[in-house]
């Protein structure tokens, strides 16, 4: 009885310790100092355990909303990469759907105008294009592509631009960017030329003149001497700008470059005429961007105009009128061109007026002329930006051109807009010389697209010649064909025609021509060819078009022509008979034996243009144009002493594209 008296009694005892042990863990604490002797360690451990498991990790469920601060938790405080992309995903599905806006604009939810302002300024800057019509730019300044943005430059490089006398006598036009069919934007060019001539007439100077065509290639929106156009004046040094400057002269060689935006909706050409004595060699670039829609571009600055006029023997206190014409829009450039003699420092005194709208006093004018490209006590900044002068002349007085671009503080005409530009102000300044002589130019944007017109390739009429070469293999169809007896004779594959090599007498200026075509007055002619010979230099193969005699032989043409000068020498050419007209080296250096490239040859009664297209290539080259005396109506294929491989010949109608 004793014993089970005491087994209870420990049974009970043991039930109390036990009971105690849970209460102590339900009612988790920390130590206490000074007491818990000896029971630290058990009492830190169920506390901990409470909402840690053994590895030290908070237990599911411990943290919740009603556990979290009101903002106690920032982007500072999340690692990198800790939340998953699914997380993220139905978080952003999760909000668009909270937040998104109806079609009235008004969101469906209470958030603040500050935060939902906010919203639109992030959807803005990461749209991957802006909205039609906007010309929208993101938070960095930076434009945001527009649908279908694409840039293009194709540069001439040691191009010739001969002279009116170099036979064939006439105009010959080196063409540094020309498309058609599309809208774009054309935002930059770049120009060096050499010819051996240090004087004011060569080509960098006051010898060559550049042409640029908008959506209409009868009227060109610029036409201006190379160095008015790149705003130096004669003889001047080197200077630099942002957006404007002239990186080298002397000893005849010159370079030049300058950053536009003159947007066009269908059609451009840019080309660089040679008015000097001498032969120059040309290097350069008109780099433009093509867009999907010209309606992306905006409904401000849609067309660009230079406004110029030129008094070579200017009164004292004259008025030039630079520009006075109706319509909408901005103005982007102004400059001056100054020749005088030292002692004709009153000129510098004239102001600058300009007449918004049909006010009757100028809201717009300067205290005299070096006032307004921000100089002062007839000093102005050599390659200021945005005004400045030009680099020095070596000519003596007061030679100067002076520049402005109103692009930070843009002046926008609504109705009219008339600049005038004074040749002195009475009781300031001083004159030597009876006359000085002036130039001015202003660039404007309009805000209305110009008038369409232009000629292109009517590919939507049958065309007058379509030879796939897809005849029967063997020698060339006599019913089709033209070939001398006593030459290399072309084959048909099934697929082309090939002309084998021959470095003999028979293989030297073979001819293929076509038969029973007749050709309009105006047509396009087109082939594609490559150079298969690859151990032999000095190849040539040609488009032939405007040849005098069909039957059996061309007699004197005009050639289109890839030439392979060596393994890494090769260029495109013209040649009105024996006279080249125009060169232009091509593959960068690289071998382009077995490498297809597109000739064509455009033909405007006497008026030729001279076209290729690189393999891969979307859009047409244009080496240049020119007049020729040539009026045979043979046309076809040939080489000289070359191995080389036609794929087709066509020929098309023009057509003309007005507004």
């Given amino acids: 009885m004793y014993l089970y008296f005491y087994l ?84 952003s599905i999760d909000l668009a759907a909270k937040y998104q806006k109806p079609a009235d604009g008004i969101a469906k939810s209470d958030l603040s105008a500050s935060v ?46 001969h002279t009116a006398s170099m036979n064939p006598s006439g105009a010959k036009k080196v063409v540094l960017a020309e498309l058609w069919g599309k809208a774009g934007v054309l935002k930059h060019i770049w120009m060096a ?21 908008i959506d209409d290639q009868t009227t060109p929106v610029v036409q201006l001497s190379i160095n008015d156009f790149f705003a ?31 947007p066009f909706q269908k059609y451009l050409r840019v080309e660089v005429e040679n008015t000097s004595s001498n032969d120059a060699i040309v290097f350069g670039s008109a780099d433009y961007s093509v867009v999907g829609d010209f309606s992306l571009l905006g409904s401000q600055q849609l067309s660009y105009k230079m406004h110029s006029i030129e008094r070579p023997a200017a009164a004292p206190y004259d008025q030039l009128t630079v520009v006075d ?5 901005q103005l982007e450039s102004l400059w001056l061109s100054v020749v005088g003699a030292d002692e004709d420092i009153g000129v510098l005194e004239g102001n600058i007026e300009i007449y918004i709208d049909g006010e009757l006093y100028p809201s717009w004018q300067s205290s005299g002329t070096e006032d307004a490209f921000n100089g002062g006590w007839y000093n102005v900044p050599i390659g200021g930006y945005p005004a400045g002068r030009a680099g020095n002349s070596i000519n003596g007085g007061l030679t100067a051109t002076y520049y402005r671009f109103f692009t930070e503080d843009p002046l926008f005409f609504s109705s009219h807009i008339k600049i005038v530009v004074n040749a002195g102000q009475r009781n300031q300044g001083a004159f030597a010389s009876s006359t000085v002589s002036l130039s001015a130019f202003a660039g404007l944007w309009a805000n209305t697209p110009g008038a369409i017109n232009f ?20 020698s060339l169809s006599a019913a089709d064909w033209n070939q001398v007896g006593d030459r290399t004779q072309a084959e048909a594959t099934g697929s082309t025609i090939r002309f084998a090599f021959d470095g003999g007498s028979a293989g030297q200026d073979t001819r293929a021509a076509r038969k029973n075509v007749t050709l309009p007055g105006s047509y396009w002619l ?12 000095g190849q040539e193969a040609s488009l032939i078009v405007k040849g005098n005699s069909p039957d059996p032989y061309f007699g004197s043409a005009v050639h289109i022509q890839l030439v392979r000068f060596s393994q890494n020498n090769w260029v495109v050419r013209a040649r009105d008979d024996f006279d080249e007209v125009f060169i232009r080296t091509i593959g960068g250096g690289r071998n382009l034996t077995n490498e297809w490239v597109k000739l064509a040859v455009k033909v405007v009664g006497q008026t030729m243009t001279a076209y290729w297209m690189p393999e891969g290539c979307d859009s047409w080259q244009t080496l240049g144009s020119w007049t020729t005396g040539k009026t045979g109506e043979a046309f076809g294929i040939g080489t000289w002493t070359a191995g080389a491989e036609f794929d087709y010949l066509v020929v098309r109608s023009l057509t003309t594209v007005a507004s």
């Fill in 325 to 329: 014409t109706a319509g909408s829009g």
């Fill in 193 to 213: 030329t050499s010819d051996g001539d240090a004087g004011a007439q060569s080509i960098g100077e006051n010898g060559g003149i550049v042409r640029i065509f």
């Fill in 455 to 474: 000629q292109t390739v009517d590919t939507g009429a049958t065309a007058i010649l379509d030879d796939q070469f897809t005849g029967a293999s063997g």
């Fill in 232 to 262: 130096y004046a004669l003889l001047a040094g080197e200077y630099s700008t942002r957006r404007i400057g002239r990186t080298k002269r002397g000893n005849g060689e010159s370079s030049a470059y300058r950053y536009l935006h003159m």
């Fill in 116 to 161: 939902q302002a906010s919203l639109d300024k992030a959807d803005t800057a990461l749209q991957s294009a802006p909205p039609a019509g906007a010309g929208a730019t993101s938070l960095s300044g930076f434009p945001l592509r527009l649908t279908g943005e694409r840039i293009y430059s194709y540069p001439t490089e040691l191009g010739k631009a």
């Fill in 8 to 91: 209870t009694l420990v049974g009970k005892s043991l039930t109390m310790v036990k009971n105690k042990h849970k209460w102590e863990k339900d009612m988790a604490r920390l130590p206490q100092p000074g007491g818990d002797s000896g029971n630290w360690g058990d009492i830190l451990n169920e506390y901990l355990l409470v909402e840690h498991d053994g590895q030290g990790h908070l237990k599911p469920g411990v943290v919740g909303t009603s556990q979290i601060a009101a903002n106690a938790v920032t982007a500072i405080h999340v690692a990198d990469n800790i939340l998953p992309q699914a997380k993220i995903q139905n978080l």
């Fill in 526 to 537: 087109e082939t594609r060819v490559r150079i298969t010979d690859a151990t032999h230099d």
